[in-house]
């Protein structure tokens, strides 16, 4: 299948008190038709950035995108005049946000925010539009859409406002959905039910996804490909598998071996990354994680390591020790 | 380990919360946040407390903290009844109950030091009278959690996140506690952070001898910590045993369905896992449903579920359940 979204050499930059903070560094990633690509790590990493430079929902004038190509289709996003973007965004590309309650508009009915962009985009006549919102809540799994339709947010419980946001997401059949942590704030057994219809509508309606995430778990049961993000910049990339069985990033070795898990044995001992993630406003000149690296040598301080293949189906590591690392992994 | 009378001993605690409602305010309901609690831990033991938001974990440990007054029920620490203590009396139980939650960002004065908000209980409850010693009792607890002499002198939005919780539990130390209620400790903290603050809990525990309730959601960093768990749902424990038994081998519906939605780092185990998803959603515990509070969304329910109201029985030693089918 061929790439729908390639992201070349992408920096977004914000102007904060302590300086210019470069929140995304030159990161390169894609996604293919109808496949689930994820971006992990954690807070301040730039993954939410990365989602947002794509939609060129980064506000000025703090922000800004200062270099790289977004090709979607073809096409460079961020060459496109602002009303070519407006027929974009939730049209073709749709976003799920992690808070519902704050990306839903509370003043408006459920049946208006559903019609809104139907109408915009696709011009629906509102009868037409108000059918098509009833259809698309039964299809995320909201029973009673004609008495729902009439309600607004505050009348949904948490998890049946993430439904919403999926429907809305899908309401003009995007090609492609950039869910930012979409399943966060809820509990585990409404996540689980969330993930099973992202899971299930993908598959039916061939749509893409971009997952934004910091939960492995989630990212285990659910993507095709995973990028790690570490401080601004893709550090690790794979097929899942690939990447849960073989780690070659010190980075995404310890992430994985920090969570406890239920499918092992109770461990003495958890193994912590020590440290902070570094300051973005005083990057070190050589590989940002080696202050926090076990496989650190002395040349991490100095040269910043660039992206590397390192195993099949397109593995590569940003680490000088890559294959140091898998040689540990292979002894244990 | 486990020796003699419980540290503390919750029984058939309730707290209701009146919602008042409508146009006029009238007394539209009262929502069962704890319904007929009841456990013991033990000195140095950890107990965890599970559950989805709104099944009651969060008041539980505030009815214990003394921070909520519960409806009925008793709460017990080190054997005497907290409802029956006098004013003064029980500013001295709550030194030894202490609390570490969330949020430090939201639980640390932001116009204070570091250094000031572990100073200030010492002062006031007079454990280190001494200004210069309480000067030297800073510095020490900065150690015990991990932080350096210089964080004494930062303010709270000048650290991380990591940090600020270590200055949370540096706090609670302060005041020389028996038990600490966590909650949701890590919960707000990046992963590779949660780790690090979870062996600091651990080896605090060893070192200074506390009993700990531990509430969270996390399924998998509950049963790394705690030697026994209780798990809540709308207000009930539906379930309490040793770690090792509530996980291998689950005797409520509930339990397993939450322990199978919790997702694994692991793609090939995860495509050859079967998931058991809970239809609907937890019912408003305004209106909980009849009989076992989780009939609705049981998958293995039967009519006389609907009827009756199960006990928290003990189906093998140690190892209790409400269920009538466990």
């Excluded at chain 1, 971006?39 to 800004?64: D, F, N, Q, T």
């Excluded at chain 1, 057994?189 to 219809?197: H, N, P, W």
């Excluded at chain 2, 519906?253 to 937890?282: K, N």
Aim: with cysteine.
């Amino acid at each position: 299948m061929g790439a729908l979204l390639e992201v070349e050499n992408l920096t977004t930059e914000f102007v904060t008190r302590g300086g210019v903070v470069r929140a995304v560094d030159g990161v390169s990633w894609d996604v293919r038709e109808g496949e689930t690509v994820a971006l992990v790590g954690e807070s301040g990493c730039g993954k939410s950035v990365s989602a947002l430079s794509v939609m060129r929902l980064i506000a000025a004038p703090a922000g800004r995108i200062v270099g790289g190509r977004v090709r979607f289709k073809g096409r460079d996003l961020l060459a496109l005049s602002d009303e070519e973007m407006r027929r974009i965004r939730g049209r073709e590309i749709a976003m799920i946000f992690q808070e519902p309650m704050t990306s839903l508009n509370p003043v408006l009915s459920i049946a208006r925010q559903l019609t809104e962009g139907l109408e915009i985009h696709l011009g629906t006549t509102a009868a037409e539009a108000r059918r098509r919102a009833a259809e698309l809540l039964a299809t995320v799994g909201i029973p009673d859409s004609e008495r729902r339709l009439r309600q607004y947010p505050h009348q949904f419980s948490g998890g049946m406002r993430q439904r919403m946001m999926i429907a809305m997401a899908l309401a003009c059949n995007p090609s492609l959905i950039l869910a930012d942590e979409p399943t966060t704030a809820l509990d585990v057994t409404i996540q689980a039910q969330i993930l099973e219809l992202m899971k299930a509508l993908s598959r039916r309606l061939g749509v893409a996804m971009l997952i934004i995430t910091h939960n492995l778990g989630v990212v285990a049961r659910y993507a095709d490909r995973v990028n790690v993000m570490y401080a601004g910049r893709i550090v690790e990339r794979g097929t899942a598998r690939e990447l849960y069985a073989h780690p070659r990033h010190p980075y995404t070795l310890g992430l994985l071996r920090s969570v406890p898990r239920l499918d092992e044995p109770r461990r003495a001992r958890l193994d912590p990354i020590e440290g902070q993630p570094p300051d973005l406003t005083r990057l070190p000149a050589g590989c940002a994680f080696a202050t926090r690296c076990a496989f650190r040598v002395e040349r991490c301080a100095r040269e910043r390591p660039g992206l590397v293949a390192v195993g099949g189906g397109g593995h590569v590591s940003a680490c000088w020790e890559a294959e140091r690392l898998d040689r540990a992994l292979a002894m244990r | 380990m486990i020796d003699g009378r419980p540290l503390l001993e919750v029984r058939n605690l309730v707290k209701h919360f009146y919602v008042s409602g409508g146009l006029f305010g009238g007394r539209e309901g009262v929502v069962r946040a704890v319904d007929d609690v009841s456990f013991a831990i033990h000195r140095g033991e950890t107990l965890g407390l599970v559950g989805e938001s709104g099944c009651g974990k969060t008041t539980t440990g505030r009815c214990i903290l003394q921070l909520e007054r519960p409806t009925r029920g008793q709460i017990l620490f080190e054997d005497r009844d907290l409802a029956t203590l006098g004013p003064e009396e029980l500013r001295a139980v709550r030194r030894r109950m202490q609390v570490i939650f969330q949020d430090p960002y939201s639980s640390l004065n932001p116009r204070m030091t570091v250094g000031q908000i572990i100073t200030e209980p010492l002062a006031v409850h007079r454990i280190v009278p001494d200004p210069v010693k309480r000067e030297a009792r800073v510095q020490e607890l900065l150690g015990h959690v991990g932080l350096l002499p210089q964080h004494a002198r930062r303010y709270p939005h000048q650290l991380s996140g990591g940090q600020r919780q270590r200055v949370g539990i540096a706090r609670a130390l302060a005041m020389e506690p028996a038990l600490i209620v966590c909650d949701e400790p890590v919960s707000a903290l990046d992963v590779s952070i949660q780790a690090q603050i979870i062996n600091l809990l651990e080896d605090l525990q060893r070192e200074f001898g506390l009993t700990y309730l531990f509430v969270a959601h996390d399924l998998s960093v509950v049963r790394h910590i705690s030697d026994r768990v209780a798990v809540m749902y709308l207000g009930r424990i539906v379930e309490l045993a040793d770690r090792k038994a509530l996980y291998d081998d689950p005797l409520h519906p509930y339990t397993r369905a939450l322990l199978s939605a919790v997702p694994i780092p692991d793609p090939e185990l995860e495509a050859r896992r079967e998931h058991i998803v809970l239809g609907g959603e937890v019912p408003s515990p305004l209106h909980p449903p009849s009989g076992c509070v989780f009939h609705p969304r049981c998958p293995i329910a039967i009519d006389r579920c609907r009827a009756v109201v199960p006990e928290l029985r003990e189906i093998k030693p140690g190892h209790w359940a409400a269920c009538i089918l466990a």
